[in-house]
């Protein structure tokens, strides 16, 4: 059984799915502070099979114990956590306290259970203002806002953690920028309030329910101006979790992995590629940059293609198709709601 906190949200429900695949059974643990119960569901129909499920934050040690007491959890998959960096400047305590205390939480009863074998979800951002590109694992980090910060200060206790007992096996896996849905278009990303990143603006904007893209700065030292990203389709990202469940098997100690295509595409491209795949098109307009946004982020993913032995092979179209497919499904869903506009 592996244990997928925040198994609800866009990045958990796609790797459940992949997990439920790969044959594994799977204990969803979610407060449903960013998610909806409604995602069980989706899982179920997409991998035919339903996770097991516990309302409950990783904070509360409790239900954390009670899970590890009732159910036979070989690993643990942590993805529950805060993400949206301007409300981490605006509310740094509530970060660090959902990120870096509710994973020590988490890791406390792990240790009291014997579970020792975690695969955490840790960010690009880790890496700030890269010096150099393409981005490797071993390049410094270095936190320009307190979510990237939470992020390096949990990747330094997993650290310290395998160095203190060669028995814990830890994954740290640093995602680049995730896009696209589940291809069924059944699943995909279902942001609560507004949205800040690119993919769900730029789908508002295709179904009307924005009326402009803002693209956050043309000036930047970039190949056409606007900055560049590695944009990886979350199911690709999703199997990139199945690997490493697979390498830990074989390994102690923490290794991180970067996941990513390898390939940066700038945000003009993407607007291209998403009118091109989809034949919608978008109106944008060209706005000031948004501040701590860095010019250039992609990965190199060598490490994981030769030591979790995964690749990516979902290119931007199948991106761009698939969040548009997911997006015209939430539309049928919400007919005469306030999701999409004709
Ligand atoms: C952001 C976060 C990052 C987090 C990641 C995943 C910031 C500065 N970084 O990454 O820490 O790990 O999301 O949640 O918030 N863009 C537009 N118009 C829009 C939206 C975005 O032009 O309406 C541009 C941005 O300026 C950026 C690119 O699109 O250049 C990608 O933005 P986004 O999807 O928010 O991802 P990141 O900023 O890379």
Known sequence: MILVTGGLGFIGSHTCVSLLGAGHDVLVLDDLSNSSVDVLDRIERVAGRRPLFVRASVSDTDQLAEAFAQHDVGAVMHFAAFKAVAESVRLPLAYYDNNVGGTLALLSCMKAAGVRSLVFSSSATVYGSPATLPIREDCPRFAVNPYGRSKIIVEDILTDLAGSDPSWRIVNLRYFNPVGAHESGLLGEQPRGAPNNLMPRLL??????????????DDYPTKDGSCVRDFIHVVDLADGHV???????????MTSFNLGVGRGISVFEMCHAFEQSTGQ???RRIVG??????????AD?????????????????AMCRDAWRWQRHLCSENRGGSVCRP
Do not use: M
């Open 204 to 217: 508002q904007v295709a179904v009307k329910q924005r009326e402009v893209l803002d693209i956050f700065g």
């Open 243 to 253: 690997a490493a469940l697979r390498y830990l098997a074989e390994h102690s100690g």
């Open 301 to 317: 993913a060598t490490r994981a293609h030769t030591e979790l032995n995964w690749r990516p092979n979902r290119d931007i179209d």
């Open 281 to 283: 098109s978008l109106p």
């Open 289 to 298: 940059r948004r501040a701590g946004d860095v010019a250039e982020c992609w």
